[in-house]
């Protein structure tokens, strides 16, 4: 068995790459590792979003759960966020999330916190993987002692709870526009806002099971862009499929990234003196822009690899409070343990409403640098190699003399696609994009 997990839990498309043997013994050795030293009958939250496939795999991950004597505890439909939360809330020894995020129907992933609300570490995940090898070494129980199940009945409601207390300030007044992505949002982003006070338009909020992401939420921006603009509202959000990021859009139509909401949102708490250490951790992805922004305010911006995860570990390692990604996983760590859609919204809707500024006004804190991000599509299999074939290598290198001094260029493997992505920042688009797009069609060629 190759490596399961990649930056966001294990994920393939469902039934072929993610089949119903894979969830079951990836619940039946993550229940056991996550469980194992637990005195009492341990308890585990199951939560996905709107997928078809949701359901066959969640009745095979909760049939392993249950094999090693654990308590399955079914949330249903909700946000990855919102299992993070409620772990914490209800108390439980761990979560698990049955989605694929952004990725198209077809795709699902199974991720797990540990009782803390945070996802696992490297090692512990290496453990489970190993165990799923020898799965010999589990010990099933019998009898009184097979785990069971029950329903989280009110985890929607206790979720919308939460978010409305994560704010003191009221929305009266503001027009907003949301993208549910037709995916675990789709009731709860609408009434956490409506019950905070805003007026709100919303599209794309009717999953069936096969429309998730389907040319919508945050990565197909166009509707929201549309909506904004058409019925007048100061501000729009999407959510990709499992809510646990978020784009915004100002009044204009015009993109407020992830990068963008941190630097917003990072000079109002510094201002308020609420940003601890007076730091914002980003990635290698993050716009040159954004830092700075920080040092013509004050603000020391730390970058880590790509990957929410890495993200949190270095907030929790230096005790910060504010951090994400330019594809909007924004991590609040004073609401919630991992990046939260609908809580980056509310932050980000504050700061408007207490600012007396326009969307678009706000958002000229930061000048984003321009930047190209092309994706090459590659084997699996090879995607880590490119460094090793000799032309991509020598085209890099060519790349980086080229683009040094007014720019940069960042290669880097997808955590949970088979893409290389190529990312190139700079002056002149036009170079750029040519560039970018030369160099991935040279990826793909080598590594298929």
């Known amino acids: 068995m190759g490596k399961l997990f990649g930056t966001d839990g294990v994920r393939g498309i469902a039934n072929t790459e993610l089949t119903c043997e894979l969830a079951y013994k990836l619940g039946r050795a993550g229940a056991y590792v996550l469980t194992r030293e637990t005195a ?125 207390t994560t704010t003191t300030t009221n929305f009266k007044g503001l027009k907003v526009a949301i993208d549910c992505a037709n995916g675990a949002s789709y009731k709860v982003a609408p009434i956490a806002l409506l019950n905070l006070g805003a007026e709100v338009s919303i599209i794309h909020n009717e999953p069936d099971g096969t429309n998730i992401n389907k040319d919508c939420g945050s990565t197909h921006m166009e509707d929201i862009c549309k909506l904004v603009v058409e019925n007048g509202c100061d501000i729009g959000f999407a959510f990709d499929g499992d809510a646990d990021r978020c784009l915004a859009v100002d009044e204009k139509g015009q993109l407020i990234d992830g990068d963008k909401i941190l630097a917003i949102c990072g000079y109002d708490m510094k201002k308020k003196g609420e940003l601890k250490n007076d730091v914002i951790v980003g990635t290698v992805m993050s716009n040159l822009g954004l830092s700075i922004m920080g040092r013509e305010n004050g603000i020391s911006i730390e970058q880590v690899g790509v990957g929410d995860r890495y993200v949190l570990e270095r907030m929790l390692e230096k005790g910060y409070n504010l951090g994400g990604e330019q594809s909007g996983h924004v991590i609040f760590l004073d609401y919630n343990t991992t990046g939260d859609g609908i809580v980056t919204a509310i932050q980000l809707l504050s700061v408007l409403k207490n600012c007396g500024l326009k969307a678009s006004e706000m958002a000229e804190i930061m000048e984003s640098m321009p930047q190209v991000l092309v994706n ?16 991509i290598k020598d085209r890099i290198d060519e790349l980086e003399k080229k683009f040094a001094g007014e720019g940069r260029v960042l290669i880097r493997t997808s955590g949970t696609e088979p893409l290389v992505r190529v990312m190139i920042e700079g002056k002149d688009i036009n170079v750029m994009q040519a560039e970018a797009e030369s160099l991935a069609l040279l990826i793909e060629e080598k590594l298929q």
């Open 40 to 164: 009492h009958a341990p308890k585990i939250l199951v939560g996905m979003d709107t997928r078809i496939s949701g359901d066959m795999l969640e009745s095979a991950l909760v049939a392993g759960i249950c094999s090693v004597g654990a308590h399955a505890v079914i949330a249903g439909i909700v946000p990855t966020p919102a299992v993070a939360h409620l772990v914490r809330k209800y108390n439980l020894d761990a979560g698990v999330v049955i989605s694929a995020s952004h990725n198209p129907v077809e795709y699902n992933g199974i991720k797990f916190f540990n009782s803390a609300g945070y996802k696992l570490r490297d090692e512990l995940e290496n453990e489970i993987e190993e165990l799923m090898e020898n799965m010999d070494r589990i010990p099933l129980p019998t009898g009184e002692n097979v785990g069971t199940k029950s329903l989280a009945e009110d985890a929607v409601d206790d979720y919308i709870d939460f978010l409305t």
């Open 376 to 391: 090459a599509r590659v084997n699996n299999l090879k995607k880590n190699d490119y460094m090793e074939v000799s032309e």
